[in-house]
């Protein structure tokens, strides 16, 4: 049930970081950082990895994306 938890929350903020590799848009990336932090921690606690890796894919590529614009674009 968790595992399917950390899936929602790790296809919600994927759709939320779509957006956010528009030019000026970055930004929404530090909103979305901290809900993907939610999914890792979900799919730590539960007995799969499915979700926990969804998450932590969608985490590595806005901390990519945020680095790339200097922290703000």
Known sequence: ??????ILI???A???AIPAFLPLLGALNWLIIPVAM????VGFVSSS???RNLCLVVLA????RLSLGGGIF
């Not at 939610?38 to 921690?41: D, F, K, T």
């Open 38 to 41: 939610l999914g890792v921690l």
């Open 49 to 51: 990895n499915t979700g």
């Open 1 to 6: 049930m968790l595992n399917i938890l950390s």
């Open 61 to 64: 590529i806005c901390i990519i």
């Open 10 to 12: 790790g296809l919600f």
């Open 14 to 16: 994927l759709l939320m």
